[in-house]
């Protein structure tokens, strides 16, 4: 079957460092995917990893292991904006459109 | 950036009433979109993938005549909710894809949908 793991919550203080795991299995696996949902809103792209390794945005960076079938999440210089719900997604190609397969998503906590 | 509108932002109706959602890509002509389902502090189900010209393909239980998916043109796709009930209640959110960018989708601000 398809599944994607990730830990409910993690709480952290201001300007600390978080890394978010996950792992999958899944079929027609393309890349990792990882979105910041706010409550309320609308999820917002951060990153994806179409090879194994690390892609760096700013204070946000993903990686991926192919061979592991895993990946993360690494929050620096945490912000109390950054308290959100994070979701890695599996974008798989299992028919002509490709699709995105959601994780259960992992609830952030910024405290002073 | 690429921008997508979700209409209306929040819909109250009265439960064996039918509810239209818009969702337009703003900026940038959409491929393909999607249309998710999101209950509070749950992921996102993708319940059907539109593309323009062509039939939705529907996820596993997902009834497609309960919800019916139109892709009018690479910048418009609805999705109505027929005959609604209380148990449609949730947040709708629809997401769109550019050409030559399969990897990532852009959301829109979601329609939080209350059936009475």
């Known amino acids: 079957g398809q599944s994607l793991e990730q830990p409910s919550e993690v709480t952290a203080v201001e300007g600390a460092i978080v890394q978010i795991n996950c792992t999958y299995q899944t079929s027609g696996f393309y890349g990792l995917s990882w979105y910041q949902q706010h409550d309320g809103g609308a999820p917002t792209f951060l990153s994806y990893?179409?090879?194994?390794g690390l892609e760096e945005t700013g204070r946000f960076s993903s990686f991926l292991s192919r061979s592991d079938s895993y990946g993360y999440l690494l929050l620096q210089e945490l912000q109390m904006k950054d308290s959100a719900s994070y979701f890695c997604a599996v974008y798989m190609t299992t028919d002509s459109w490709g699709k995105l397969q959601f994780g259960a998503g992992t609830q952030v906590v910024v405290t002073p | 950036g690429a921008v997508v509108s979700q209409h209306p932002s929040r819909v109250i109706c009265k439960s064996g009433t039918s509810v239209k959602i818009e969702c337009r890509s703003l900026d940038f002509q959409a491929t393909t979109m999607f249309w998710y389902r999101q209950f509070p502090k749950q992921s996102l189900m993708l319940m059907a993938t539109?593309?323009?010209?062509?039939?939705?393909?529907?996820e596993q239980g997902v009834e497609k005549d309960k919800f019916l998916i139109n892709h009018a043109s690479l910048t418009l796709s609805t999705l109505t909710v027929t005959s609604a009930h209380p148990e449609d209640s949730s947040f709708y959110i629809c997401s769109a894809r550019a050409r030559g960018a399969q990897e990532t989708q852009y959301f829109g601000p979601g329609t939080r949908l209350l059936v009475l």
């Open positions: 539109s593309n323009e010209g062509s039939k939705a393909t529907y």
């Open positions: 990893n179409g090879l194994d």
